[in-house]
């Protein structure tokens, strides 16, 4: 099944938008529609496969992700893209299934992308995402000597 996203009249409207050149506005757009996005707007994708949907060289491609790194509008993370105002255009404050499904791809994150979309204020809270215990809550570990140095778990010290 397609995943749709759909891109308000509006787009059109906005004050950067209509600042920045047609390749800008071309490549801002890709970011925002491309197959790999997701709810989140942080996705993996390579310089490759923006190269081959655009047209536009991998020289070309990083001089734009600069430009728009600069206006605060779509970073390049190695190899992911970080839209960070993506959350706020989403609903989840509104929609339950959107927040879980932002919280399962953030979840899902290299902690250096996640410490990232925090230092360039993502638009979700991110230090409030709860944290799923490591452990199954069946768990029992049996060592409860805790402030000893002998381990009881052990059968026999190794020699």
């Known amino acids: ?23 800008e506005k071309l490549l801002y757009l890709y970011l925002l529609t491309n197959p790999l996005t997701n709810i989140a707007g942080i996705y993996k994708i390579t310089l490759k496969r923006i190269h081959d949907d655009t047209g536009f060289n991998v020289d070309m491609i990083k001089k734009l992700m600069d430009r728009f790194a600069k206006a605060k509008k779509a970073y390049i993370i190695g190899e992911y893209i970080l839209l960070p105002t993506w959350p706020k255009h989403q609903k989840w404050q509104e ?56 381990d009881s778990d052990l059968e026999s010290e190794p020699t």
Request: no cysteine.
């Open 1 to 23: 099944m397609a995943t749709q996203r759909y891109i308000s009249t509006s787009f059109w409207d906005d004050a950067w938008i209509q600042s920045i050149d047609p390749s």
């Open 95 to 150: 929609r339950d299934k959107i927040r879980k499904g932002i919280e399962i791809i953030i979840q899902s994150l290299p902690p250096k992308v996640k410490a990232f979309a925090v230092s360039v204020k993502y638009a979700y809270p991110i230090d409030k995402i709860s944290i799923p215990y490591a452990y199954d809550p069946s768990y029992s570990d049996s060592d409860s000597d805790s402030d000893s140095d002998s």
